[in-house]
């Protein structure tokens, strides 16, 4: 047995994975396996070696010296191995010039090479446009269709009744390709013994293949048949060769030209700024038809035979052995391509794989990537509105997969808005403007209150009070300091300081030295802090300062409101850190909001609770500073979710507080009778939360806001605990639009893309693609140059102006080939009996949820099945005390849990702690639908046992080539030897001998003659 790369699990990454529904479905989850390998590695299921990498796949494909097309199964080996149903297929597959070297290859190939010149190919496009004019005709103006079914598969068996000359036999020859796709993906890793049904298809295809050619012999036309009976005499071996290579030209054109005008226009959807540029600039379809075949092509993988000892990819492949070529898996190697998985149109440089390479290059892609660009070009020319309208759902074709239905909703035209409703979604919803005042910079405002009342107190830090004057004073000292180390206007300084006065001086300082602040918990990941320090190009970060020193004047720094005031992280939803950077007239505008929707008095006290990883830490400050309240702060070791955190607002008297929703969830009740201020940010609210915490005498507030637009750009006050809060309302000088994929407003109850203008739209430092991709110039705004932000969240507007919060629009997943909105299977868990809140991920291709709540586990899962379709019922729901957090504080919808940290002492030296530290959890119950039944070996007599255990190892020797007296009860059947060709002979030989089916995973999961035994025999 050759040896593996470390981390090799045959259930996981085997080749039989290929023909899992859910794989076919979505191939990244065997993909994102296997490449955990490396490029090349060898597979004990298949028998064979398996290349991920795009320069190993390029080599495998090209060195026609060292590997042959010739590897198809020979009809005599599958015969006697009782394969007789593959062996059947396999004699035409053999015959066809895709599996062919020279010079039989050479010699079909150019009997056709005229029929698929670029000259002969441009001559025809009059021809495929009127296929796609007849196909787009067929379809309604608006309503529900099916992608697949209605338009996409109309068209391949258009373009290859013309090319073989029988317009009027398009049903047949879909029927004929299906049968070929069905076998072909199966004759590539394990011979399926269930193919069967298909060889009278293929037989029936091979007799009229053969009817066909004998008429084109006696009556030549402009076909491909009769280019193919050119020269020819007629015997039965040469009509069969036409007949097998007729099949291949119908069967792959089928398949990929239908997959390429499907997804090509599903892709388009998911990324609405590549449909925009499509639209924007037609020319681009050539390079975006590309894009769409290397992104996710229908051609998964294709093998070849070395003929001789080859090294390659770090390993030797031995003359005889297959390799199996992930043609999908090398269109992503991100040391070829750029950000392998995002969608780019314009992206151009290295070819993709989707159709081979070098002289077997598919001779029928021109043919398929001029026909799918136009279609793709029509039906968007038809259709400026479509959407998904339901589940896709994949063939059963594992190599050439392409979807089975794909409904979309579609509109000849958008719905149109009249001039009155326009303006009432642009402007009237819009009309929230405020004068910002006299300062540029937000720390000119809290120097303005320091003036007013210096002796009031501005910090409470662990009951010692400091007061407005104070910290001004301090803060001048320390700004000086500053610029003499050259900090001066758009320089960056870290602040990684633990939560004290002189965190707050500290962040005072930098804006009083003309800097920007960027901030981060002592705790924060290392990996983390150091990309954040590399991508801000920070020149100093102040970890611990000496605060003590005061001056009267800050120094003169010359910023104005157009100057970045800080820089904040996110991961989004990549994981890959972004910079934003927010101007002082941003900072300041988040003051005059916050004074407008919290009316704060100079007797109010306010909590500093969220974490510095998160931009709402400068909300605090400002909330506090900039409206002449105190700001109550406490080292994060006292900040603990629970009883301690409740206990610190009482005995703090803290009156305004903002924390997650799963934040308040996870406290105690409490009386707080100070607290008449409650805010909620960074997460859905859920009605929980409002049904504990909305009491009489308190406000409880629902912001909205992306760290792209300066913390706030929605607001709601809560009213009713019974209904499911909305986001409000823009916030002081914002505007806010719900808008479709090109950028227009929707009515009011439609759903679009909710996206922000107006004062304290930032910018991403050093990404331009995403700059481009997430910011647009405002169409809609009064001063031109002003940026408008798209969330990428859903959302729309009610009658009386305030907007429902519908989810994110990169929440969406795949579940065994279903779309799945997560925000949507959340709401629902959320709205069962006992249940509070609720995280639901993807991983490993199934749904978990994480719950929070007192809950009867059986009512929820009979919740869930009646309101969920089966593929969005979440595969586990565990009870948790409170919901995972990110480094931020916000809910972890990423599928990752942090493990909290316990507090820890105070010292001079602080130790790390979670940025938002909790007490351990009670132990998390997980539950599933249904229970699973547990294999146990049935009571059968030892004996009976012993025979049928003595039998499977017969069938082992007899697969693996080997005698009989080396297999033991616990042999491996793997380890022995066994291939693809012997896992297919053992489980047909299981099936006729012994009368039980066993698929792949059963005998990846008991590779053993007494672990078979065991599983037949508690099955009987």
Same mark, same amino acid.
């Given at each position: 047995?050759?040896?593996?790369?470390?981390?090799?699990?045959?259930?996981?990454?085997?080749?039989?994975?290929?023909?899992?529904?859910?794989?076919?479905? !979505?191939?990244?989850?065997?993909?994102?396996?296997?490449?955990?390998?490396?490029?090349?590695?060898?597979?004990?299921?298949?028998?064979?070696?398996?290349?991920?990498?795009?320069?190993?796949?390029?080599?495998?494909?090209?060195?026609?010296?060292?590997?042959?097309?010739?590897?198809?199964?020979?009809?005599?080996?599958?015969?006697?191995?009782?394969?007789?149903?593959?062996?059947?297929?396999?004699?035409?597959?053999?015959?066809?010039?895709?599996?062919?070297?020279?010079?039989?290859?050479?010699?079909?190939?150019?009997?056709?090479?005229?029929?698929?010149?670029?000259?002969?190919?441009?001559?025809?496009?009059?021809?495929?446009?009127?296929?796609?004019?007849?196909?787009?005709?067929?379809?309604?103006?608006?309503?529900?269709?099916?992608?697949?079914?209605?338009?996409?598969?109309?068209?391949?068996?258009?373009?290859?009744?013309?090319?073989?000359?029988? %317009?009027?036999?398009?049903?047949?020859?879909?029927?004929?390709?299906?049968?070929?796709?069905?076998?072909?993906?199966?004759?590539?890793?394990?011979?399926?013994?269930?193919?069967?049904?298909?060889?009278?298809?293929?037989? %029936?295809?091979?007799?009229?293949?053969? !009817?066909?050619?004998?008429?084109?012999?006696?009556?030549?036309?402009? !076909?491909?048949?009769?280019?193919?009976?050119?020269?020819?005499?007629?015997?039965?071996?040469?009509?069969?060769?036409?007949?097998?290579?007729?099949?291949?030209?119908?069967?792959?054109?089928?398949?990929?030209?239908?997959?390429?005008?499907?997804?090509?226009?599903?892709?388009?959807?998911?990324?609405?700024?590549?449909?925009?540029?499509?639209?924007?600039?037609?020319?681009?379809?050539?390079?975006?038809?590309?894009?769409?075949?290397?992104?996710?092509?229908?051609?998964?993988?294709?093998?070849?035979?070395?003929?001789?000892?080859?090294?390659?990819?770090?390993?030797?492949?031995?003359?005889?052995?297959?390799?199996?070529?992930?043609?999908?898996?090398?269109?992503?190697?991100?040391?070829?391509?750029?950000?392998?998985?995002?969608?780019?149109?314009?992206?151009?440089?290295?070819?993709?794989?989707?159709?081979?390479?070098?002289?077997?290059?598919?001779?029928?892609?021109?043919?398929?990537?001029?026909?799918?660009?136009?279609?793709?070009?029509?039906?968007?020319?038809?259709?400026?509105?479509?959407?998904?309208?339901?589940?896709?759902?994949?063939?059963?074709?594992?190599?050439?997969?392409?979807?089975?239905?794909?409904?979309?909703?579609?509109?000849?035209?958008?719905?149109?808005?009249?001039?009155?409703?326009?303006?009432?979604?642009?402007?009237?919803?819009?009309?929230?403007?405020?004068?910002?005042?006299?300062?540029?910079?937000?720390?000119?405002?809290?120097?303005?209150?320091?003036?007013?009342?210096?002796?009031?107190?501005?910090?409470?830090?662990?009951?010692?009070?400091?007061?407005?004057?104070?910290?001004?004073?301090?803060?001048?000292?320390?700004?000086?300091?500053?610029?003499?180390?050259?900090?001066?206007?758009?320089?960056?300084?870290?602040?990684?300081?633990?939560?004290?006065?002189?965190?707050?001086?500290?962040?005072?300082?930098?804006?009083?030295?003309?800097?920007?602040?960027?901030?981060?918990?002592?705790?924060?990941?290392?990996?983390?802090?150091?990309?954040?320090?590399?991508?801000?190009?920070?020149?100093?970060?102040?970890?611990?300062?000496?605060?003590?020193?005061?001056?009267?004047?800050?120094?003169?720094?010359?910023?104005?409101?157009?100057?970045?005031?800080?820089?904040?992280?996110?991961?989004?939803?990549?994981?890959?850190?972004?910079?934003?950077?927010?101007?002082?007239?941003?900072?300041?505008?988040?003051?005059?909001?916050?004074?407008?929707?919290?009316?704060?008095?100079?007797?109010?006290?306010?909590?500093?609770?969220?974490?510095?990883?998160?931009?709402?830490?400068?909300?605090?400050?400002?909330?506090?500073?900039?409206?002449?309240?105190?700001?109550v702060v406490a080292p994060t070791a006292r900040l603990v979710v629970g009883p301690p955190l409740v206990r610190l607002l009482a005995q703090r008297r803290v009156t305004a507080v903002i924390l997650t929703p799963s934040v308040w969830l996870a406290l105690p009740d409490g009386p707080l009778p100070d607290l008449r201020v409650a805010a909620a940010a960074g997460e859905r609210l859920t009605t929980a939360v409002l049904a504990r915490w909305l009491v009489p005498g308190r406000r409880f507030l629902n912001l909205y806001g992306p760290a792209e637009t300066a913390v706030m750009a929605t607001w709601h006050e809560c009213t009713d605990t019974g209904t499911t809060p909305t986001i409000g309302r823009p916030v002081a000088n914002k505007q806010v639009?719900?808008?479709?994929?090109?950028?227009?407003? #929707?009515?009011?109850?439609?759903?679009?893309?909710?996206?922000?203008?107006?004062?304290?739209?930032?910018?991403?430092?050093?990404?331009?693609?995403?700059?481009?991709?997430?910011?647009?110039?405002?169409?809609?705004?009064?001063?031109?140059?002003?940026?408008?932000?798209?969330?990428?969240?859903?959302?729309?507007?009610?009658?009386?102006?305030?907007?429902?919060?519908?989810?994110?629009?990169?929440?969406?997943?795949?579940?065994?080939?279903?779309?799945?909105?997560?925000?949507?299977?959340?709401?629902?868990?959320?709205?069962?009996?006992? #249940?509070?809140?609720?995280?639901?991920?993807?991983?490993?291709?199934?749904?978990?949820?994480?719950?929070?709540?007192?809950?009867?586990?059986?009512?929820?899962?009979?919740?869930?099945?009646?309101?969920l379709h089966s593929g969005m019922v979440p595969a586990t729901l565990t009870v948790v005390a409170e919901l995972p957090r990110s480094i931020t504080g916000k809910a972890d919808r990423t599928g990752t849990p942090t493990e909290p940290a316990r507090p820890q002492p105070a010292s001079p030296t602080p130790e790390p702690v979670a940025a938002l530290p909790a007490p351990t959890p009670e132990p998390a119950r997980t539950s599933a639908p249904p229970p699973v039944p547990t294999l146990g070996t049935a009571p059968e007599p030892d004996r009976r046992r012993a025979r049928l255990t003595w039998r499977i190892a017969q069938f082992f020797a007899t697969c693996v080539g080997i005698r009989q007296a080396e297999v033991k009860a616990d042999s491996d059947?793997?380890?022995?030897?066994?291939?693809?060709?012997?896992?297919?002979?053992?489980?047909?030989?299981?099936?006729? %001998?012994?009368?039980?089916?066993?698929?792949?995973?059963?005998?990846?999961?008991?590779?053993?003659?007494?672990?078979?035994? !065991?599983?037949?025999?508690?099955?009987?």
């Amino acid at each position: 047995m050759l040896s593996n790369p470390s981390g090799y699990d045959r259930a996981r990454h085997g080749t039989h994975n290929l023909g899992r529904a859910a794989v076919v479905a !979505d191939p990244l989850i065997y993909i994102d396996a296997v490449t955990e390998l490396g490029p090349l590695f060898y597979d004990q299921v298949g028998g064979v070696w398996v290349c991920t990498g795009y320069a190993e796949a390029a080599r495998v494909l090209t060195d026609h010296r060292r590997f042959s097309s010739a590897r198809t199964r020979k009809a005599s080996a599958l015969d006697e191995r009782g394969l007789d149903a593959a062996s059947s297929a396999a004699g035409i597959v053999s015959e066809q010039m895709l599996f062919m070297d020279p010079p039989e290859h050479a010699a079909i190939r150019a009997r056709i090479r005229d029929q698929f010149t670029k000259a002969q190919i441009r001559a025809r496009d009059d021809v495929m446009r009127r296929m796609v004019d007849e196909a787009l005709a067929d379809l309604p103006e608006e309503g529900v269709l099916d992608l697949v079914g209605d338009y996409a598969a109309k068209l391949p068996a258009k373009l290859v009744a013309h090319l073989l000359g029988m %317009e009027g036999d398009e049903e047949l020859l879909t029927r004929w390709a299906d049968a070929y796709e069905r076998l072909l993906g199966s004759l590539s890793s394990l011979p399926d013994v269930r193919d069967r049904e298909v060889v009278a298809v293929l037989d %029936e295809a091979v007799a009229g293949f053969r !009817d066909q050619a004998r008429r084109r012999m006696a009556d030549p036309g402009d !076909d491909l048949v009769s280019a193919l009976v050119d020269g020819i005499d007629g015997t039965d071996e040469e009509l069969f060769s036409v007949a097998a290579n007729c099949i291949v030209l119908v069967g792959g054109g089928y398949q990929t030209l239908t997959h390429l005008v499907t997804t090509g226009l599903l892709q388009l959807h998911d990324h609405p700024d590549q449909l925009r540029a499509l639209r924007e600039e037609p020319e681009l379809i050539e390079s975006a038809v590309d894009e769409f075949m290397r992104r996710n092509g229908s051609s998964q993988y294709l093998a070849r035979l070395a003929v001789e000892d080859v090294d390659l990819g770090g390993a030797t492949i031995r003359a005889g052995q297959t390799v199996l070529v992930h043609l999908a898996a090398a269109n992503l190697d991100p040391r070829v391509f750029d950000h392998p998985r995002d969608l780019d149109i314009r992206r151009n440089g290295t070819r993709h794989l989707g159709f081979g390479m070098g002289r077997h290059y598919c001779v029928g892609a021109p043919y398929a990537e001029r026909l799918g660009g136009w279609a793709i070009r029509g039906f968007l020319d038809r259709y400026p509105h479509y959407r998904p309208a339901g589940e896709v759902r994949w063939g059963h074709h594992a190599n050439t997969r392409c979807p089975a239905h794909a409904p979309v909703e579609v509109r000849t035209a958008p719905p149109a808005l009249s001039d009155v409703e326009r303006h009432r979604v642009t402007v009237e919803f819009n009309d929230h403007s405020a004068p910002l005042g006299p300062h540029a910079g937000w720390h000119q405002v809290f120097e303005h209150r320091a003036r007013l009342a210096p002796d009031s107190v501005a910090v409470d830090d662990q009951g010692r009070e400091h007061t407005y004057g104070e910290i001004d004073r301090r803060a001048n000292a320390l700004a000086h300091d500053l610029r003499a180390r050259g900090v001066q206007p758009e320089s960056v300084v870290g602040v990684v300081m633990e939560r004290t006065v002189d965190f707050v001086i500290s962040v005072l300082a930098v804006a009083k030295a003309g800097g920007a602040f960027m901030l981060a918990e002592p705790t924060c990941p290392p990996e983390r802090l150091r990309a954040m320090v590399e991508q801000s190009g920070a020149r100093v970060v102040l970890t611990e300062v000496d605060t003590s020193a005061e001056r009267d004047d800050p120094p003169i720094t010359g910023v104005t409101s157009g100057n970045t005031a800080y820089v904040v992280f996110t991961s989004g939803t990549t994981g890959r850190p972004k910079a934003i950077a927010i101007s002082h007239e941003g900072a300041v505008n988040l003051h005059i909001g916050q004074r407008r929707i919290f009316r704060l008095a100079p007797t109010d006290r306010v909590l500093q609770f969220l974490s510095p990883n998160f931009d709402g830490c400068f909300a605090d400050l400002v909330l506090a500073l900039l409206n002449g309240a105190t700001l109550v702060v406490a080292p994060t070791a006292r900040l603990v979710v629970g009883p301690p955190l409740v206990r610190l607002l009482a005995q703090r008297r803290v009156t305004a507080v903002i924390l997650t929703p799963s934040v308040w969830l996870a406290l105690p009740d409490g009386p707080l009778p100070d607290l008449r201020v409650a805010a909620a940010a960074g997460e859905r609210l859920t009605t929980a939360v409002l049904a504990r915490w909305l009491v009489p005498g308190r406000r409880f507030l629902n912001l909205y806001g992306p760290a792209e637009t300066a913390v706030m750009a929605t607001w709601h006050e809560c009213t009713d605990t019974g209904t499911t809060p909305t986001i409000g309302r823009p916030v002081a000088n914002k505007q806010v639009y719900v808008l479709d994929a090109d950028l227009r407003p #929707v009515p009011v109850g439609e759903p679009g893309e909710l996206c922000v203008g107006g004062l304290g739209v930032g910018r991403y430092l050093g990404r331009d693609e995403l700059m481009r991709e997430r910011f647009r110039l405002d169409p809609f705004a009064a001063e031109p140059g002003r940026l408008l932000y798209r969330t990428g969240d859903r959302a729309r507007w009610l009658p009386d102006g305030s907007i429902e919060y519908l989810g994110r629009r990169d929440r969406q997943v795949k579940i065994r080939g279903q779309r799945v909105e997560l925000d949507e299977v959340e709401r629902v868990l959320e709205a069962s009996p006992g #249940v509070e809140a609720a995280v639901v991920s993807e991983r490993a291709g199934r749904l978990e949820a994480q719950v929070v709540g007192d809950l009867d586990e059986t009512v929820v899962w009979k919740h869930l099945r009646m309101h969920l379709h089966s593929g969005m019922v979440p595969a586990t729901l565990t009870v948790v005390a409170e919901l995972p957090r990110s480094i931020t504080g916000k809910a972890d919808r990423t599928g990752t849990p942090t493990e909290p940290a316990r507090p820890q002492p105070a010292s001079p030296t602080p130790e790390p702690v979670a940025a938002l530290p909790a007490p351990t959890p009670e132990p998390a119950r997980t539950s599933a639908p249904p229970p699973v039944p547990t294999l146990g070996t049935a009571p059968e007599p030892d004996r009976r046992r012993a025979r049928l255990t003595w039998r499977i190892a017969q069938f082992f020797a007899t697969c693996v080539g080997i005698r009989q007296a080396e297999v033991k009860a616990d042999s491996d059947f793997f380890a022995l030897g066994g291939d693809s060709l012997a896992v297919a002979t053992l489980l047909t030989k299981i099936e006729q %001998e012994v009368d039980h089916v066993l698929d792949v995973e059963q005998l990846l999961a008991d590779p053993t003659p007494a672990r078979i035994s !065991d599983r037949i025999l508690a099955t009987a």
